[in-house]
């Protein structure tokens, strides 16, 4: 007896076993294909900013490896490197529609704005310790840690060059007549204005700033490089005559004037010098000194133990005709234990520049730890320049020009400064999102309309203007609609928030905008209308919309059509209301039965019913039509543990009869449809409520056997596609059951469908018909390894349909169904560089086609699951981050202000056509920085050779027989053991042809090259000859030099002679060869 109930319990097994292999979904991985589809907000993880004042586009670097770039009418990108690591540098090609990032392993990467991703990238031996993009070029300069700068250039459509123009800490400082720094890293590479890039100011670690001529190819000017007598002390600081700088590192410096002729330097203890770079017009060569005249020291504290400068920034006062005034920026410097605060000095110089002085002093409080600030200039109305704060966790403050213009009139005073917040497209924490649908409103052509009209009415699609101030990033252009005039709205995006208000985005295309806000109720007073949305639920065949609060208040809101009264429904009374009729969304009807926090809203029969679930485990539904209550529960078993979800079906009974479960009760025979509620709460119990009279269609729940947590109940409906091939016989009733699934009967579900209760550590899928009977094995169950916290299905079409599942630990899983089997894996690090936290899931919602939006902090992201079929995937539809039309404009500036350099700014006709652009209109004309109007033509040919080449490469490069004295050889700087270098990147393939012409060309086009020696003056002389120490240490190293000479002569000697024995070989083996083909036969050959 035993062993008989043994056999049929493992028949049983292995027959459900086999079923369930038969049943296979649909969903492959090639249907899926992980994309973000849409990304609003600063992520936290924001680091470093950068500004493109022509393009007006804003980007914000990450420690993850993304770049957030923002522009206008709420346009946003979100930019992700294959490495999550930091930037440390970040820069715009301004007005070219690219974007340069150097991540802290050095890896520079160069994006295409247009098509959103990697247009070249290059990986760099050395650390790269310096930075700067020359303003309107494609030309760079990198400064590392071996005190060595190069030149690189992007090549449009092309790829990342290495310039044969470099620059080394020795070669320049030999140059200089300095002496060789200690701390040779280079800490600042920047090009000087007004000097279209012929110019470029090196600053080392050490102190040493040198100004170098690359178009001359010589030293400017040397500063820092000794004891200086200062000449003016401003800002808090006594008087002290002398200072070293020989253990003064650099930590920042900015040009402090609109013609490079101030630096500003930040050192390591606080202090901020102000070097005079300017130098007198002179045909004769500069002699490279530094005189007490050349500085001016300033102290934001007294204190003997300051803070490092960390950023110096300087922005020109456009009303003063001296190029030195202006504001200072300075992060750091102030007295160590001190609050954190960013300082801004307004400096004024004397006529002659002899004197500085600060007239005005801001601390700008800020909302969290410094990260960043950028400097945002509007060039195109000459606005003048406003400021852009980072602080952490990622967020933005800004500093309209007028606020910090207002600073110059308190002289002699110290003031507190607030900040302008920032525009947000979707607010997450200001208010505090608390609940979010995303939802389809397809086939809701005149709920569109209603939509479109209040949207109109609010006058809230432009971009959000700013209390006292206007936002200066504008950039990007919006894909324009092919007939807006029929355009429709296909989805939309709708979130609650703690002050009870909510917001519904049109999100048809992946640049949301604001419809409506809907906020206080202010034609009636309604008690708690202003408490926290805890739930939101809206129908898209009433166009209705469900908002609950934690207060227990549910108010209705018909997206259709403007309602004119308002029903109130409590405990005892029911109230109707005139509303009055204004250009917003009116509420349509207010339930109010008890005082528990909305837990769940679930629209059922169409729309025709709403059922709300409270937190104490009470159960209401409500009358759409009537606004009444339909039914209201009494609290479940264990009230303590709150409805999860609620679904609502439909199934029709076979041939019209009803072959009713035990529990069902008597049915009336003509009616062949019955209506179901599930109720579904925390402990994982499974309620059924008849969808009539609202009673319990079995006696008790039904419950898995294993305490567990429940996250969210689906019902699959029955014509999801399943791969059937049963063929034994011990099989057969069960495949009736499966072919009863696939028969759903007038659009109403059938028995066969399924019910997937999806719990924290298993997934259980039920027969529907199982369920009605109390049945409590499932058709199909899985053991979830870890702990998952939030699930939703999808369909790719009417038959293929899928789950996915985010777990706690941040992993995203695909599942097919009903076969559960695992399609793909993913997780929010590797899609959006995000982790897991707690209550995420509160505010994640999935359509029906597969698109699921995600908070995290300030972040709203929108993921896009199929592959293919999509508008979110199309490119044409994303918004365009770099607007062509106005880079042509600006292109035809410079050319046309080339052709006419006499005359100031640009041409009349194309200031008419920029002042038409999102900037603004232009009030004084285009106030183009000096460089932006350059070609930067000749800086091609400067950089494409070395200034400071070596004996062995000047020779290989030099293919000209030229005639050679004996003392134009410099024995001391030929290498015999060294091996010659040969570069073989193709990066520096372009330097093989320069200065290289065969005879024919040079015979014909003549040889342009000045061959003819230059004299060298004596300063020159002085600076590549001079040696330090006295006379005695002077003759002995001449003695050792001349030992060393001789021993380089034999040297060279011997090397000759083998030269030459190898000459006579190689001479004597051709000999040999040409006999040898000599005596052979053509047909040998």
């Known amino acids: 007896m035993f062993a008989k109930k043994l056999l049929q319990k493992a028949t049983k097994l292995h027959n459900l076993h086999h079923h369930h292999q038969n ?39 990450t420690l993850d490896g993304r770049i957030k770039v923002i522009g206008g009418d709420n346009i946003e990108g979100l930019l992700i490197s294959p490495k999550q690591l930091p930037f440390k540098y970040l820069e715009f090609l301004s007005n070219k529609g690219f974007l340069v990032s150097i991540s802290n392993d050095n890896d520079i990467q160069v ?17 790269i310790t310096s930075f700067s993009v020359i303003y309107g070029s494609f030309f760079m300069y990198v400064g590392d840690e071996h005190g060595l700068m190069s030149v690189l250039k992007y090549e449009e459509d092309s790829e990342l060059l290495i310039l044969p123009y470099h620059i080394s800490a020795k070669s320049l400082t030999e140059a200089a007549g300095s002496s060789f720094p200690d701390h040779w890293t280079v800490v600042g590479v920047l090009h000087q204005p007004c000097s279209s890039g012929n110019r470029v100011l090196i600053a080392y670690e050490s102190g040493l700033i040198i100004l170098w001529d690359v178009f001359e190819s010589q030293v400017v000017i040397v500063r820092g490089d000794k004891v200086l007598e200062l000449k003016n002390d401003v800002v808090d600081s006594p008087g002290q005559p002398e200072h070293n700088l020989d253990e003064k590192e650099i930590t920042a410096l900015c040009w402090a004037s609109s013609n490079g002729s101030v630096l500003a330097v930040g050192y390591i203890d606080g202090d901020i010098m102000f070097w005079k770079t300017s130098i007198t017009t002179s045909s004769k060569p500069r002699k490279s000194v530094t005189s007490n005249n050349n500085v001016v020291r300033l102290q934001l504290s007294s204190s003997e133990r300051k803070l490092p400068v960390i950023v110096l920034h300087w922005s020109p006062n456009s009303k003063s005709q001296n190029d030195g005034d202006g504001q200072l920026f300075v992060y750091g410097g102030d007295e160590i234990g001190s609050d954190e605060v960013l300082t801004v000095l307004s400096l004024e110089w004397s006529p002659g520049m002899e004197t500085l002085r600060c007239v005005a002093r801001a601390e700008l409080t800020l909302s969290g730890s410094f990260a960043d600030m950028n400097l945002l200039p509007n060039p195109i109305n000459n606005r003048g320049t406003d400021l852009l704060v980072l602080t952490s966790p990622g967020h933005l403050q800004f500093f ?33 999102l608390t609940a979010a649908k995303f939802s389809s409103l397809a086939g809701s052509e005149n709920t569109s309309k209603f939509l479109l009209e209040i949207a109109t009415n609010m006058k809230i699609n432009s971009t959000p203007k700013l209390v006292g101030g206007n936002w200066p990033v504008s950039g990007g252009i919006v894909p324009q609609l092919s007939s807006p005039e029929g355009y429709v709205i296909e989805r939309i995006y709708i979130a609650g928030y703690t002050d009870g208000s909510v917001r519904i985005w049109d999100a048809t295309s992946p640049v949301l905008s604001i419809l409506c806000v809907i906020g206080d109720m202010k034609n009636v007073e309604v008690k ?36 004119t009264s308002l029903h109130i429904v409590t405990g005892v009374k029911q109230e109707v209301h005139k509303q009055g009729q204004g250009g917003g969304l009116n509420c349509s009807a207010c339930f109010h039965l008890l005082d528990s926090p909305v837990q769940a809203l679930q629209y059922m029969d169409h729309g025709a019913k709403l059922a709300v679930a409270h937190e104490c485990g009470r159960v209401a539904v409500f009358d759409m039509k009537l606004f009444s209550v339909l039914f209201l529960s009494d609290s479940l078993p264990n009230p303590r543990s709150p409805v999860i979800s609620m679904m609502w079906k439909s199934f029709m009974y076979n041939g019209g009869h009803v072959k009713s479960p035990k529990d069902l009760g008597p049915k009336n025979l003509e009616k062949s449809v019955e209506s179901l509620m599930f109720v579904f709460t925390k402990d994982a119990k499974l309620y059924l409520f008849g969808g009539d009279d609202y009673h319990m269609v079995n006696s008790k729940p039904m419950q898995l056997k294993k305490e567990t947590t429940a996250i969210s109940m689906h019902i699959i409906e029955g014509n999801t596609s399943m791969v059937e091939s049963v063929d034994q016989k011990e099989s057969k009733q069960l495949t009736k059951e499966v072919a009863a699934m696939n028969e759903p009967q007038n659009g109403q579900t059938a028995l066969g469908s399924l019910v997937l209760l999806c719990c924290k550590d298993v997934l259980r899928l039920y027969p529907l018909k199982s369920v009605i009977q109390g049945n409590e094995k499932p058709l199909s169950k899985v053991k979830l390894e870890k702990p998952c916290c939030w699930t939703s299905t999808f369909k790719k079409d009417e038959k293929t349909c899928g789950l996915v599942l985010l777990y706690q630990s941040g992993e995203l899983e695909i599942r097919s169904l009903p076969d559960l089997e695992v399609v793909k894996v993913s997780s929010l690090m590797s899609i959006l560089r995000w982790s897991f936290k707690a209550n995420m899931e509160k505010t994640m919602s999935c359509t029906e086609n597969g698109q699921i939006s995600m908070i995290n902090g300030s972040e709203v992201a929108f993921i896009s699951l199929l592959n293919g079929g999509d508008d979110f995937r199309v490119l044409e539809s994303l918004p365009s981050l770099h607007d062509k039309v106005l880079a042509a404009a600006i292109e035809a500036v410079i050319s046309s202000s080339q052709n006419q350099r006499k005359k100031q ?17 232009a009030k004084n004309g285009i106030n183009f920085p000096a460089d932006f109007l350059s070609t930067f033509s000749n800086l091609d040919k400067i950089f494409s050779k070395n200034p400071f080449p070596d004996p062995v490469e000047s020779v290989t490069n030099n293919q000209e027989d030229v005639e050679l004295d004996i003392d134009d050889i410099e024995i001391d700087d030929i290498e015999i053991d060294d091996p010659v270098s040969v570069p073989t990147s193709s990066h520096t ?8 012409k065969t005879d024919r060309e040079r015979l014909f086009d003549g040889d342009t090259s000045d061959a003819t020696p230059r004299l060298r003056t004596r300063e020159e002389i002085i600076a590549t000859y001079r040696k330090a120490g006295d006379a005695s240490s002077v003759a002995s190293q001449a003695r050792n030099k001349l030992l060393e000479r001789q021993e ?13 024995n190898e000459a006579e070989d190689f001479a004597s083996l051709a000999n040999e060869l040409v006999k040898a083909m000599e005596r052979r036969k053509w047909w040998q050959i």
């Not at 700014?905 to 056509?913: D, S």
């Open 23 to 61: 049943l296979r979904g649909c969903l492959t991985p090639e249907d899926l294909d992980f994309q973000i589809a849409v990304h609003y907000g600063t992520p936290s993880t924001a680091s470093i900013l950068a500004f493109d004042p022509i393009q007006r586009l804003l980007a914000i670097g």
């Open 111 to 127: 994006w295409n704005l247009e098509n959103r991703s990697i247009a070249s990238s290059f990986q760099w031996g050395s650390n």
């Open 400 to 432: 309209s020009h007028d606020s910090l213009t207002a600073l110059t009139s308190e002289h002699d005073k110290r003031i507190t400064l607030s900040s302008i917040e920032c525009p947000v497209v979707i607010p997450t924490l200001d208010p505090v």
């Open 528 to 563: 708690g209308s202003t408490a926290p949305v805890s739930e939101l639920n809206f129908c898209s065949l009433t166009s209705s919309l469900a908002v609950g609060n934690q207060l227990g208040l549910i108010r209705v809101y018909n997206l259709n059509l403007k309602e």
């Open 905 to 921: 700014g640009a041409p009349g006709a194309i200031v008419n056509i920029l002042k038409g652009f999102k900037g603004g209109k």
């Open 989 to 996: 393939k372009q330097n093989e042809d320069t200065g290289k």
């Open 1048 to 1060: 380089k002569l034999e040297r060279i000697s011997r090397r000759t002679q083998d030269l030459n």
